[in-house]
Every structure is written in C-alpha cells, then in structure tokens.
C-alpha cells in the first residue's frame, strides 16, 4: 500500500464504527482493516450461530436481524444510549438470489428487500442522532453502502435482487445530499463481481457463471480508501 494513503489514513484511529453484516466475507474484512487502522469496531451478525464468526476482540459484538423491524428498533436503542460515540456505519450484509421473474417466489423478493435495503435503511434512520452527534464533536461521521455494479446494470435473471440493491442505491444518494448540512457523509460503493463466496450461499437458484471475480481484501481496501478521502461516491468505474 502507498505509505501516503497509510498516512491519511491514521484519521480513523479511535473512531468507533459499526459493521453490519462483520460475520460475512465482506464485513470480517471491512472488521480486520479497520481495526488494523485502530479503529474501535462493533460488529453484527444475524444469529448466535454466525455470531462465532465475529472476530473475538470487537469492541462488541451484537446480534442484529435485518428482517425483523424489532431486532433493528432494539440494536439502536441500546447504541442511541450508549455515551459511546457512534463515528461510522459500514453496510456489509446482503443476500442474492437467482431466478426469472417467473420463477422467483414473492417471499424472495420480499426477504431481498428487507435485508439489502429497508432493513438498513431503518437501522441508518433511527442511528442518526448518534451520528449527529459525532458530526457537532468534529468527528467525520460517515455511512458506506454497498449497492454493487447490479444497481447500475440490472440483469435479467436477477430482478428482484437488482430491485433490492437499486433501492438501497436511490436511498443512498437522496440520503447523502440531505445528510451533508448535519456533517454526516453517506457513500455508496457499487464494486463488480467479488468473490466473497455470497453467489454460492444463494437464498433462490443458482449462480450464472461470472467469471472470476475481484478480491474481497483489494475491494474493501478501496472503499475503506473512499472514506478516508471524503469521496462522495464509489460507482463501478472506481473499483
């Protein structure tokens, strides 16, 4: 890594930041990165069962279902009180599903839905006074979303998963221009194909073949560089 980008990036040593979705390829290696850079990670997992795959040393580790509007109201009721800051919340869990429009049941595309967009939108709504606060500390709060290349290019096959991630997306950018008078930044990352092995874990149907895809750690690191740059955006031609 260039030494100048090592350097910039020291501003997020002591931020603490939450990584939903830390038990997921995408976010134990959003988790390691950050607190590689001395950051003070939370980190969620869906269940007790995939919480063992948080890293042991988190500064928390807590247990957030995304399709339950009740395990998210909780999760930021108990942050919303903590004296802790909140400095940062990284968007790392998804599902997929494969399948015609035809084929792919209502309740697939409903559970797409509450896990890529309306469960984390609800979570980023009800943390906002946590992020607040951190913005009135000078404290560079920010929120990351991961709407991928699909919510630039939806595919056939995929219909109801490019629906969920194109929703999360448009959440996304009318959210950043709102958050920017309060201080807080909201980025959206759309990397293309990575392999983070989330095409073979599949909830409907199975994987076209992509071809090999990107490296979760050289992704990650990309985007966790779109922070510490105060970019605004992270479209597929950045990755």
Known sequence: MN????????????????VVGGSGAFGQEFCNQLMNLGA?????????????RLRADLAQRLILDLESPESISNVA?????TEEPLDGIVLAAGLVAFGSIA?????????????????????????LPKLVQSA???????VLSISGVIAEVPMAGLAAYSASKTALLGYAQAAAKELRKAGVSWIDARPGH???GLA???IFGTAPNFGTGKDVSSVVERMINGI??????????SF
């Open 3 to 18: 030494p100048a980008i090592i350097e910039t990036m020291t501003n997020l040593r002591d931020k603490r930041i939450l």
């Open 40 to 52: 003070q990670v939370l980190g969620t997992a869906r269940s007790n069962e995939s919480s063992v």
């Open 77 to 81: 009721a108990y942050l919303n009180a």
């Open 103 to 127: 084929e792919t049941p209502a309740l697939v595309a409903e559970k797409l839905l509450k896990v890529n967009a309306l469960g984390q939108m609800q979570l980023v709504s009800l943390l």
């Open 136 to 142: 009135q500390s000078a404290r560079e709060p920010f």
């Open 194 to 196: 990575t392999e983070s």
């Open 200 to 202: 073979g874990r599949a």
């Open 228 to 237: 510490v740059g105060a970019e605004k955006d992270l479209p597929s031609t």
